[in-house]
Nanobody, 127 residues
């Protein structure tokens, strides 16, 4: 069992930055792949990115490449989603997820791959 708690969401102006945190507990963090999804109002939940349990591999959706990065601190059992150059289209509830494997982006981008989900944190990009 894995428990995930996101934090760091809020209101930011276009062009600004936010860093989301996902704190995990309940299982050895170094064996967990962590993913990020988001859901904008009226839209389907979509894949944002994922980071392997070693931290050496990361997948990012095309819509966030060059702006978002994922990193992890295994000593703190925490994964970070650094979001830069934010635009109103990034407004969504962001969810942290976890699974125990790492494979192709085609598979890691599926919601069904992840057994554990956080409660979500709201990110609003607006002037």
């Amino acid at each position: 069992q894995v428990q995930l708690v996101e934090s760091g969401g809020g209101l930011v102006q276009p062009g600004g930055s936010l860093r989301l945190s996902c704190a995990a507990s309940g299982r050895s963090f170094s064996t967990i792949t962590v993913g990020w999804f988001r859901q904008a109002p009226g839209k389907e939940r979509e894949f944002v990115g994922a980071n392997s349990w070693t931290g050496s591999s990361t997948y990012l959706a095309d819509s966030v490449k060059g702006r978002f990065t994922i990193s992890r601190d295994n000593a703190k059992n925490t994964v970070y989603l650094q979001m830069n150059s934010l635009t109103p289209s990034d407004t969504a509830v962001y969810y942290c997820t976890a699974t125990n494997r790492w494979t192709t982006i085609a598979i890691m981008s599926r919601q069904s791959e992840y057994a554990y989900w956080g409660q979500g944190t709201q990110v609003t990009v607006s002037s």
